[in-house]
Nanobody, 111 residues
Framework: QVQLMESGGGLVQAGGSLRLSCAASGTIFSVYPVYWYRQAPGKRREFVAQ???????NYADSVRGRFTISRDIATNTVSLQMSTLKPEDTAIYYC?????WGQGTQVTVSS
């Protein structure tokens, strides 16, 4: 059984930073892509970032240059370092791998 567990969300002021983590059990992150998505209240879930098995990364235009996705093969964890946070980054952030989703972690950025 695959489980994805996000952590690291919280409340931060605009301009601040947070680091999200996604830990996996029952699967290995080193082969297939891992994605971060987010969903703000009243909005559709949207793509934030991805890292492939080869380590290739891609970002949504809205976060490029501020967010960094990385992978730790030893701990089977994917992280999302978020800097220069804006109020519009407020959302529930989800980890996604193959057909599986985590439960999400809330990020709230105050102005």
């Amino acid at each position: 059984q695959v489980q994805l567990m996000e952590s690291g969300g919280g409340l931060v002021q605009a301009g601040g930073s947070l680091r999200l983590s996604c830990a996996a059990s029952g699967t290995i992150f080193s082969v297939y892509p891992v994605y971060w998505y987010r969903q703000a209240p009243g909005k559709r879930r949207e793509f934030v970032a991805q890292i492939t098995g080869d380590g290739y990364t891609n970002y949504a235009d809205s976060v490029r240059g501020r967010f960094t996705i990385s992978r730790d093969i030893a701990t089977n964890t994917v992280s999302l370092q978020m800097s220069t946070l804006k109020p519009e980054d407020t959302a529930i952030y989800y980890c996604h791998h193959r057909a599986d989703w985590g439960q999400g972690t809330q990020v709230t950025v105050s102005s």
